[in-house]
């Protein structure tokens, strides 16, 4: 009797034992909801006294979004664009062709169209296409691509131009509304445009 | 919302939301099922049509945006350069499970249009869209070399 009695309570003591209750666990990466990260204002650099610190700081600061995936992914140093975050090479497998917006017999347009696709996934612009060659960002150091965005030979623009291009332009601003999954460029095209102002404005200095 | 567009020279209504896809328009509601769902999202290049002339992938096509233009299918693809795609394919025997085919011949026919005698680089950046599962591209790649002869002669 004493044995049957132990048996039970052996069996009773193993199954009510505390045990660890189930605990969260994080979504898997393509359920997260996607952040985006902030710019600090122009304004915020005005304690910084000299004047060519300040310019650097702020291209710095610029910087972060002008070597954002959004950017550089058509800032390509080959005929091919990349894609993603991670930047892969595009696929399917394409090339800038005569005028940056695909060969004459797979052009962007077979399957990028005006505006953003819910449907396929797939981002849209009315000027989507690649930067020109003289322009490739990719491998270069912010340095490197201040001093190639400032030389009208290579950026085919002016100042003004370029401040145009960096605060207004459609395909640009295309970068903080990406759609789908794609991480929007940090802050806003205003915020970034003030940043390239100010940074013109105090000499347009190149980190080294 | 209704929309009009040509598909193969005929005017067609429809009442979708303009968001739909053009592949199924093509395929649910205008019954056109030589176009094919591939992978929805442009990787595979078997959803290809022609709009306006171009080769564009159906299926990330919204059909608000291909409203008003001239559509036209494997159904209905004609001229010199289809009759040649189509007898080159025939002859070469190109497909093996021929699901990708409608829009290996569309992408084909359009790239013969525009280079009328393409050299292997230009077969390759035209075709490189498409995506061959049963990997049929050396056939492919014979049959517009003599597709390109025979429109020519």
Redesign the interface.
């Known amino acids: 009797m004493a044995l049957v009695i132990a048996a039970i309570v052996l069996v009773l003591a193993i199954v009510l034992r505390p045990q660890p209750l189930p605990e969260a666990q994080a979504l898997p990466a393509n359920h997260r909801s996607i952040e985006t990260a902030q710019l600090r204002p122009a304004a915020a650099f005005a304690t910084i006294t000299d004047p060519a610190v300040r310019s650097v700081a702020l291209f710095e600061e610029a910087g972060r979004v002008i070597q954002h995936p959004r950017c550089m992914n058509c800032h390509p140093r080959t005929d091919r664009p990349t894609q993603t975050d991670a930047m892969r090479p595009h ?5 800038r062709g005569p005028d940056n917006a695909g ?5 962007c ?7 953003n ?6 981002p849209g612009n009315p000027k989507w296409k690649l930067a020109p060659i003289e322009m490739a960002w990719q491998g270069k150091t912010l340095g490197q691509i201040c001093r190639q965005i400032l030389d009208p030979a290579r950026a085919h623009m002016g100042r003004d131009q370029l401040l145009q291009h960096m605060a207004k332009d459609e395909l640009v601003g295309w970068a903080w509304h990406p759609g789908g999954k794609r991480t929007p460029a940090p802050g806003t095209q205003a915020e970034f445009g003030a940043l390239i102002d100010a940074w013109l404005k105090t000499g347009a200095r190149c980190p080294a | 919302m209704s929309y009009s567009l040509t598909v193969n020279g005929q005017v067609r209504h429809v009442d979708e939301d303009g968001q739909t896809p053009l592949l199924w328009v093509l395929r649910d509601t205008l019954k056109l099922p030589g176009t094919k769902y591939g992978c929805g999202i442009a990787q595979c290049g078997a959803c290809t049509v022609h709009v306006d002339g171009q080769p564009m992938r159906s299926c990330s096509l919204a059909l608000e945006a291909a409203a008003g233009s001239q559509i036209v299918t494997i159904e209905a693809v004609d001229g010199p350069q289809a009759d040649a795609i189509r007898d080159a394919w025939v002859a070469r025997d190109v497909p093996q499970c021929g699901f990708c085919q409608s829009g290996q011949i569309m992408s084909a026919v359009a790239l013969l249009r525009s280079v009328p005698k393409p050299t292997d680089a230009d077969i390759d950046i035209a075709m490189s869209g498409n995506i061959c599962r049963c990997a049929t591209y050396n056939r492919i790649r014979a049959a517009i070399h003599d597709a390109a002869g025979s429109a020519q002669s």
């Open positions: 696929m399917p497998w394409v090339t060969a004459a017999t797979l052009r347009t077979t399957c990028h169209h005006d505006a696709f819910a449907a396929s996934g797939v």
